[in-house]
């Protein structure tokens, strides 16, 4: 029996809100494993989201498969998939239907606008659950109404949750905040070696299905979407650059690894970069387009020496944990939630903490960091906006810098390479960190478990004073 179980008739019931869990992006990926890391404490209802959604309009039972996986009896997962993030009507639905204790919603407060409009009338029954994340700063004062509309705020990295606290000020008083990183499920993220004869033999086979005959004896890898703000396109001229640096007849023996789709709307056409910048006689860049198990992504973090994510904005950046728990260095961009995963240490040699004094260290303060990482801090801090967001910081980083990077790692011996990824695999699955997917779950069931025991219904009137709208003016240093 799981430790702290519940019996299922006694166990409270979440209505989580976001991607369908048994899809594949990032969101996806936390969802299902925060479902089945707390099936044993929590029941589970998910609107789960898709692009035109093939099973669109059915209640879909998932509660054998869960019990398949966790080993348990009892548990309730149910889906009922959605186009887009759900309506007003579809809320009112399941909570007639379904009767939740708490609703949860996961991913960009923008989706859902429309259901922070209606939280008085949902607070007044039930809790509200953010798992909140937010990229970057000024801390985003438009998003105030948003947070202010929820019970509790579990931020996804250290910035995220500092950011909320800064929006609300005072107001978080009358609120739950916690630090919630994403975890990973070591089962399924690990170093693949030869003693693991069914797991090597699949790797070498795959390597050879990619790369043909000639095997390359240092690979970059790349795991995320081509979308404009993951800068995929820098990270193809910093492998051009890097190639150019240690010459031609070493860099025959490189590749650069990319999972994603070479042609996506929402970023760029990869396959016309790499034509532009890289000769295919010593600058190999090989391309991953189709969707993959979960033990496939595993085998090619294991192909590569290094993982690399330079977005310019980045919530938090989960291709670098599973990198980190198969036992892979990292190079990331230093902003969002990818510079937790670097633990950056301060004058004492502890991880450092964020203050509105202090809220990010993509300026460089501290340089040092987990031995598995190689950082690259952004040269340009460039305010952008939209009409839903006014303002936030563009983190860019130069990719010759990031070039150099590479360089750096790929000059340290094999040997070298290994101790020191198998040290961040360490350091992910610690105490500390938090970033493993029991350390998660853990986290999830303390935070929500706290809130139903201190939660109060909202009253069923407020009075307001209609008095002049303070300014919205910045609550942190702009340089620090």
Not at 122 to 136: E, G, L, S
Request: overall charge neutral; charged content about 25%; aromatic content about 10%.
């Amino acid at each position: 029996m799981l430790e702290g179980y519940i019996e299922k008739s006694k166990r409270k019931k979440i209505l989580l809100m976001g991607d369908d869990l048994r899809m594949h992006s990032g969101i996806a990926t936390m969802s299902r494993e925060i479902v089945l890391g707390t099936a044993h404490r929590f029941n589970w209802v998910n609107l789960g989201a898709a692009i035109n959604h093939p099973d669109f309009g059915k209640r879909l039972d998932l509660s054998q498969d869960t019990n398949n996986v966790t080993g348990l009896s009892d548990s309730s997962v149910m889906l009922y998939p959605s186009n887009g993030y759900g309506t007003p009507e579809v809320v009112r639905q399941l909570l007639e239907i379904e009767k939740p204790d708490a609703i949860m919603l996961f991913t960009d407060p923008r989706y859902w606008i429309w259901f922070f409009q209606m939280e008085s009338e949902i607070r007044k029954k039930i809790p509200v659950i953010y798992y909140h994340i937010w990229d970057d700063y000024p801390a985003p004062l438009y998003n105030s109404p948003y947070y202010e509309s929820c019970d509790l705020l579990m931020g996804i990295s250290k910035q995220s949750k500092l950011i909320s606290e800064l929006v609300l000020g005072d107001k978080i008083k009358g609120k739950i905040s916690t630090y919630v990183p994403h975890g990973i499920n070591e089962k399924y993220f690990y170093p693949i070696n030869e003693f693991m004869v069914e797991d090597y033999k699949k790797l070498q086979d795959e390597k050879k299905a990619i790369f043909g005959e000639d095997i390359p004896e240092f690979v970059v890898f790349y795991n995320a979407r081509n979308i404009r703000r993951k800068c995929t396109s820098d990270l193809i001229a910093a492998y051009s650059v890097f190639c150019d640096k240690i010459g031609k007849e070493k860099a025959k023996k490189c590749a650069l690894l990319l999972h994603t789709q070479a042609i996506d709307e929402n970023g760029t056409n990869l396959n016309a970069v790499t034509e532009l910048l890289c000769d295919p006689e010593y600058q190999k860049v090989k391309f991953v387009q189709h969707s993959l198990p979960t033990d496939a992504i595993n085998r090619l973090y294991n192909m590569a020496d290094v993982t690399a994510l330079i977005s310019s904005n980045e919530g938090w950046g989960l291709s670098l944990t599973e990198s980190m728990m198969a036992g892979r260095m990292i190079i990331g961009n230093v902003t969002g939630g990818m510079q937790d995963q670097m633990r950056f240490e301060d004058e004492k040699g502890k991880w450092v903490n964020l203050t509105k004094d202090f809220p990010s260290n993509h300026y460089g303060r501290y340089k040092k960091c987990g031995k598995w990482a190689v950082p690259v801090f952004p040269t340009n801090l460039s305010l952008v906006g939209s009409i839903p967001t006014p303002y936030i910081f563009d983190d860019r980083c130069d990719f010759r810098d990031v070039a150099k990077a590479i360089e750096d790692i790929y000059n340290m011996s094999p040997e070298e390479r290994q101790e020191r990824g198998l040290a961040g695999r360490d350091w992910v699955t610690s105490e500390e960190s938090m970033m493993s997917s029991k350390n998660m779950c853990n986290n999830v069931i303390f935070s929500i478990e706290t809130t139903f025991k201190s939660w109060k219904p909202k009253s069923k009137f407020e009075l307001i004073k209609i008095e002049k709208l303070p300014r919205k003016q910045i609550k942190h240093k702009l340089v620090y």
